[in-house]
């Protein structure tokens, strides 16, 4: 019950256009592992599981199954167009604006088939405005992404949207908006890092802990936003976590638990996702490191650690890239 929970949790802080298609709980079931996979950039495994829910009506699995398709495909097949489609047709503004993108290889491919592109961008942003304008923050997100200004983006951050305060921090960083006064984009790159991270969004909190680092932030600060990362299933932060628990280093002035460590990175050892996330080659790696950090332990001791990570899998969020809504 506890993970359901967590997924679900999860589901809302990722998808936040998560349509109300009633699914059977098996649908549901398959749905929710669907997009577990694809947060772990696994483009080929979630497909027929999105299918099931995105068969049923489900527009969050619409879009996430046709994302899949074109990342796996590398452009914009005629599949999947059909399912972006489905899921701007019940109004998914991302959807739309796949749709709308000119420079898709589907156009040299010839798959750039039905409404065309100019239309959907209209109908995109004509929603988005009046989403907006109701105070809906991933419609300003949409906005800012469609390239109708970086004040939207601002709206959605102080409207305490979190992907949204992570994303502006970042753009902020590499140098977009005006601050007359020096230094003061450094204050505002951190405040949005921080609000995002204490807003809950774990990529946020790996951001704000690697933005701590860089800038000489405390070690127990940055420890401590690296743990709440991990706990919230961000793969990264739980690799740099079980890394500095081992001391291998300890940049972290974290306690030696190599019986977390193990389990911690015995998780990571059965992790499956691929794509651009790479999940195959941490699951290799974290293999490697199992063997050298059994060699310190006995029997017993690996033992608990497996029971560590058994239990951590059941009371935490699955382990994922946070891939964003409209990302690659």
Not at 5 to 24: K, R
Not at 59 to 71: G, H, M, V, W
Not at 131 to 152: C, F, H, K, P, S
């Amino acid at each position: 019950m506890i993970k359901h929970i967590l997924i679900g949790a999860l589901c809302g802080l990722l998808f936040s256009t998560c349509a109300a298609a009633q699914l059977t709980e098996s649908q549901q079931a398959a749905r929710d592992k669907g997009l577990v996979l694809y947060q772990q950039s696994d483009w080929y495994d979630s497909q027929p599981l999105l299918q099931v829910a995105a068969a049923a009506g489900d527009r969050t699995a619409q879009y996430y199954l046709a994302e899949a398709i074109r990342l796996s495909s590398s452009y914009t097949t005629l599949e999947a167009r059909q399912w972006y489609e489905a899921a701007a047709e019940q109004g998914d503004l991302y959807a739309m604006l796949r749709l709308s993108n000119s420079s898709d290889l589907c156009h040299q491919m010839g798959t750039c088939t039905g409404k065309a592109g100019p239309e959907w961008r209209k109908t995109a942003l004509k929603l988005a405005h009046e989403r907006a304008e109701q105070g809906d923050t991933e419609a300003m997100t949409v906005l800012y992404t469609a390239r109708q200004g970086l004040g939207w983006l601002e709206k959605a951050a102080e409207a305490g949207d979190s992907y949204a305060q992570k994303l502006l921090a970042g753009v902020y960083e590499d140098g977009a908006g005006w601050f007359f006064i020096p230094g003061n984009r450094q204050k505002a790159v951190k405040k949005w890092f921080k609000a995002s991270a204490e807003g809950g969004y774990p990529l946020g909190m790996f951001s704000y802990a690697n933005y701590l680092y860089e800038n000489n932030g405390s070690k127990e600060e940055i420890g401590y936003w690296v743990k709440k990362g991990a706990e919230g299933g961000h793969i990264d932060s739980v690799s740099t976590y079980a890394s500095n628990l081992a001391h291998l280093p300890n940049e972290l002035d974290y306690p030696l638990n190599l019986i977390e460590d193990y389990g911690l990175t015995y998780l990571m050892s059965k992790f499956e996702g691929g794509g651009a996330g790479g999940g195959a080659g941490i699951a290799d790696f974290s293999k490697k490191v199992l063997g050298k950090i059994s060699a310190q332990l006995t029997s017993d001791e690996i033992k608990q650690g497996v029971a560590f990570a058994e239990e951590w899998e059941k009371t935490h969020p699955p382990l994922s890239y946070f891939v964003p809504v409209y990302g690659y």
